[in-house]
């Protein structure tokens, strides 16, 4: 942290709200036992009362003018099995987004170096994938990893679900962070997504866990749910012991074909609401403005910076949908003084382990993940409108 920053620190850390009650000391403190009340008064707060709070809390645990820059790299698209109601991968919806085959891995190394002079620390690879599966394409992904850990930027995956001993083989290669969003509560959850359970999504982040990879885990607002939902979803990554050092808010893009297709963008107060209250509950997790960030202006996420978000995915695209542009997000950062953060501030630099010298080998596993396949009647009817249109 800056030491302009610690002065301010200083400043801050004796000042409890006495308008709302509020002893930012004690609420700094990292808890496992949140509420979905609790959550709710936060998130209903007073816009003036909640920002403060939130970025009192942020100033104790971050540096305030520094964000983490990452970059989403679609490494295989599309042709996805699974029915998550938001995503236009999904084969099942008629979206009109190819599916393609999984990238060379001299195909990622440039598009890292690429990022990597745009300002980015990170690169996060995601698969339209349901879980990984051992054989050739998996030991082509940990050459990915491999490769970009030596150009010495944090490497993050999202590849669907994994299990321990392929989290394991993950971890050997150097990666850093694995990506595995809980999406929303687990009520809203089944009304969004039936080829997987909630439990599924607990249980991949449990397997990440016991390696030394950090978890990066958030979720999608604007699908339709309801507040309590969104309070939901912090109980569930709040519960998280550790709490995940990473989670994306997203505000739903709202594909055309999709499911979701009709919902109404996400109002930029309902964001910074998120946002804060993120903050609040994982105070020590760096909160990501993730989708969305196009339908933001200037302003509206210079908002939610201040109220705690000090991550952004950079790159004109985020996976398949549009993403500002890197030089727009750098004038941005310079109006607002705002550094990118350098790689392996947080935590150390995992060695690579080469595949000759690895400890894991393949098992071949077939793990029962769940398939409840109950109905969503939207889902079906944005299925049956694909097969209208062929
Ligand atoms: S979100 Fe992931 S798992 Fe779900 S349909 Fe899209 S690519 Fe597949």
């Known amino acids: 942290m800056g030491k302009d920053n610690n002065v ?43 920002l403060y709070e939130a970025a009192t809390i942020h100033r104790k645990q971050h540096d305030p003018n520094v964000v983490q820059v990452s970059t989403l790299l679609s490494i295989k698209t599309g042709g996805c099995s699974e029915d998550c109601g938001y995503c236009p991968q999904a084969a099942r919806y008629h979206t009109g987004v190819e599916g393609n085959d999984l990238m060379t891995v001299n195909h990622v190394k440039a598009q890292a170096l690429r990022a990597r002079e745009g300002g980015s620390s990170r690169v996060c690879m995601g698969a339209a994938w349901r879980n990984v599966k051992d054989g050739p394409e998996f030991d082509q992904v940990l050459d990915m990893v491999r490769t970009i850990n030596k ?54 982040i449990d397997n990440v866990r016991k390696t030394n990879v950090t978890v990066c885990s958030g979720g999608i607002i604007g ?23 990473s989670t994306p808010i997203n505000a739903l893009v709202a594909v055309e074909g999709t499911p979701l297709e009709g919902e109404k963008p996400v109002e930029i107060w309902d964001m910074v609401r998120m946002v804060a209250t993120t903050r609040i509950v ?10 969305g960030r196009t339908q933001m202006s200037r302003e509206g996420q210079a908002m939610c910076f201040f109220a705690g978000a000090n991550s952004i995915f950079a790159g004109d ?56 396949e109950h109905k969503i009647d939207r889902n079906e009817a944005a299925k049956a409108k694909r097969k209208l249109v062929k």
């Open 282 to 291: 994982l105070p020590e997790t760096q909160v990501r403005l993730s989708a």
């Open 317 to 372: 695209k985020l996976l398949t949908t549009p993403n500002p542009d890197v030089n727009e997000d750098m004038k941005m950062f310079k109006l607002l003084g705002l550094n990118p953060q350098k790689p392996f501030t947080k935590k150390v630099q995992p060695q690579t382990v080469e595949a000759v010298d690895s400890q894991f080998e393949a098992l071949g596993e077939k793990p029962k993940w769940t398939r409840p």
């Open 151 to 204: 150009l010495d930027m944090e490497v993050c995956c999202t590849l669907g679900m994994v299990t321990e001993n392929q989290a394991q083989r993950l971890a050997e290669a150097g990666l850093y962070a694995y990506n595995h969003n809980l999406d929303s509560s687990e009520e809203y959850y089944k009304e969004v997504i039936s080829t997987r359970g909630y439990q599924d999504r607990l249980d991949t």
């Open 223 to 245: 699908m339709g749910e309801n507040i309590e939902d969104r309070a939901g979803m912090l109980v569930a990554l709040s519960t998280l012991n550790p709490q995940p050092e």
């Open 8 to 50: 301010f620190n200083r400043e801050v850390t004796s000042i409890n709200n006495p308008h709302c009650g509020i002893n930012s000391d004690f609420m700094s403190k990292v808890r496992h036992n949140w509420t979905k009340e609790e959550i709710l008064e936060i998130y209903n707060r007073p816009m003036m009362d909640l």
